[in-house]
């Protein structure tokens, strides 16, 4: 399967910015079998689960860093992910991941290239 993110760039703080993920060339199952999330990656950091959403997208989770700020959704018939994140902070700038793991066969894990987010005045 292929996940490509955009949506990236240079943001002030306290602004918005919207992340997308595309994903196709599923060749075991459907997107809609899948649990999506974003993960991220700063500098001179490891990489850390964001927010994930379920593959019927009625359960979500959240990173406590960005509760009450972030909003993850999908739509099934697009195969899409979002990611709105709101209120951003300089800790938030980051190389920012799609991925993409089955619900049952969790040997089927996709990974995108990362969009970088710079928060920054």
């Known amino acids: 399967a292929q996940l490509v993110e955009s949506g990236g760039g240079l943001v002030q703080p306290g602004r918005s910015l919207r992340l997308s993920c595309a994903a196709s060339?599923?060749?075991?199952?459907?997107?809609?079998?899948?649990?999506m999330s974003w993960y991220r990656q700063g500098p001179g950091k490891e990489r850390e689960l964001v927010a994930s959403?379920?593959?019927?997208?009625?359960?979500?989770n959240y990173a406590d860093s960005v509760k009450g700020r972030f909003t993850i959704s999908r739509d099934n018939a697009k195969n899409m992910v979002y990611l709105q994140m709101n209120s951003l902070k300089p800790e938030d700038t980051a190389v920012y991941y799609c991925?993409?793991?089955?619900?049952?066969?969790?040997?089927?894990?996709?990974w995108g290239q990362g969009t970088q987010v710079t928060v920054s005045s």
């Open positions: 959403i379920q593959s019927a997208g009625d359960s979500t």
């Open positions: 060339g599923f060749t075991f199952s459907t997107f809609s079998n899948y649990r």
């Open positions: 991925n993409a793991r089955h619900k049952w066969f969790q040997q089927y894990d996709y």
